[in-house]
């Protein structure tokens, strides 16, 4: 069965770095789009980043653009989020999902939660 | 800016409900990517409805999507107390981006 496993959250400090990573397996990995989404605390989902199968494409929300990027590792069945100038704005639990046709996240991660204070 | 869900919905079970999901005609208005998701406390959220109105393998008739315009819709019919939950929408956008909405909270009185 499908399963995305998400891990890196951790507590940093404002300004500070951190690289999520999402372990993908139950499906041809190869064959799919890969998005994180996060939700901030007491806040609504949203839409971080995506990234298409062969890493060619990828695009950001206007809130991490500059400051996070994601990439794609296929023979390893992974996506990872590096995360740069990190602000407490930030501060969201972060889910892997996966972007099936016409812009589902069929299936997503448990999520990782990431902290941004000092 | 994200779309535009009631805050908070509620029904008795057996009733229905409808969440409302507004957006523009650039996202929600302009194309039929629009999806629903139910998301319990800790729990990895999870696809209800796709492509405004179709249901994923395994998920309940019970669950069911529109769309007029710039809205879509999320009805729950028969409503029963494991409907308690948190729901979103999403859409695709002219800029290639995606959106989602603030989220409703379901309560089943």
């Known amino acids: 069965q499908v399963q995305l496993v998400e891990s890196g959250g951790d507590l940093v400090k404002p300004g500070g770095s951190l690289r999520l990573s999402c372990a993908a397996s139950g499906f041809t990995f190869t064959g799919y789009y890969m998005a994180w989404i996060r939700q901030a605390p007491g806040k609504g989902l949203e839409w971080i980043s995506y990234?298409?199968?062969?890493?060619?494409?990828?695009n950001y929300a206007d809130s991490v653009k500059g400051r996070f990027t994601i990439s794609r590792d296929n023979a390893n069945n992974s996506v990872s989020l590096q995360m740069n100038s990190l602000r407490g704005e930030d501060t969201a639990v972060y889910y892997c999902?996966?972007?099936?046709?016409?812009?589902?996240?069929?299936?997503w991660g448990q999520g990782t939660l990431v902290t941004v204070s000092s | 800016s994200a779309l535009t869900q009631p805050a908070s919905v509620s029904g008795s079970p057996g009733q229905s409900i409808t969440i409302s999901c507004t957006g523009t005609r650039t996202d929600v208005g302009g194309y039929n990517f629009v999806s629903w998701f139910q998301l319990y406390p800790g729990k990895a959220p999870k696809l209800l409805i796709y492509d405004v109105s179709n249901r994923p393998s395994g998920v309940s008739n019970r669950f069911s999507g529109s769309k007029s315009g710039n809205t879509a819709s999320l009805t729950i019919s028969g409503l029963q107390p494991e409907d308690e939950a948190d729901y979103f929408c999403s859409s695709y956008t002219t800029s290639t981006t995606l959106v989602f909405g603030g989220g409703t909270r379901l309560t089943v009185l």
């Open positions: 990234i298409s199968s062969g890493s060619s494409h990828t």
């Open positions: 999902a996966r972007v099936q046709g016409t812009w589902q996240f069929d299936y």
